[in-house]
Structures are given as C-alpha cells and as structure tokens.
Nanobody, 114 residues
Framework: QVQLVESGGGLVQAGGSLRLSCTAS????????MGWYRQAPGKQRELVAR???????NYADSVKGRFTISRDNAKITMYLQMSSLKPEDTAVYYC????????WGQGTQVTVSS
C-alpha cells in the first residue's frame, strides 16, 4: 500500500507563488507515471502536470509557463512550483502515483484571492 502526503497549500493573493510537496511511503525512482491533479468546487478532477513514460512531462494548457513539476527521488518527494497564481487556480490539489494501481493523496487546498 502506497501512502502519499501532500503539503504546501494555503491562501495566496493573485500573482503569488506556492510550492506543493507530495511525499511517498515508497521509492519513486522507478515510477514513470506520477503527477498532480486538482478539483475545484463543482468541477471534475483535472490533470495539472505529470511525469509520463521516459520522464516526459505533460502540463495542462491553463498552467503552462506558470507551474513546474519536479521530483527528488532521494527524498521520495514530488513538487509542484506554482507561480503567477490566478483565482481560477483555486482548488484542492492531489498527487497521484501509478504503481500497478492508482494511488492518491488526501489533497491540499490552494486558495487564490483576487
């Protein structure tokens, strides 16, 4: 059983920055598919950014140029650096790892005020 713990969410003004962290309970060095998703009130969960096969990275169009996903295998942690935040980025952010099955963290709230 893989456990994922997110942290780093909070309240920030538009234009500000936050860095989210997701720490896993297992090694992530061999995991090819892992990433960040978000869910705003009344909306479906959507992809924000993820690592895929061959360490390629996908970003949602809405966050390209503003968000950066990264990982530190030694710290078994994945990060999401978010800059130039907008009110529409307000959501609960979840990290996800696929290791045979899909594992999700509990989520961390990000609120961007205008």
């Amino acid at each position: 059983q893989v456990q994922l713990v997110e942290s780093g969410g909070g309240l920030v003004q538009a234009g500000g920055s936050l860095r989210l962290s997701c720490t896993a309970s297992v090694s992530i060095s061999t995991i090819t598919t892992m990433g960040w998703y978000r869910q705003a009130p009344g909306k479906q969960r959507e992809l924000v950014a993820r690592f895929t096969f061959a360490r390629s990275i996908n970003y949602a169009d809405s966050v390209k140029g503003r968000f950066t996903i990264s990982r530190d295998n030694a710290k078994i942690t994945m990060y999401l650096q978010m800059s130039s935040l907008k009110p529409e980025d307000t959501a609960v952010y979840y990290c996800n790892i696929i290791q045979g099955v899909s594992y999700w963290g509990q989520g961390t709230q990000v609120t961007v005020s205008s």
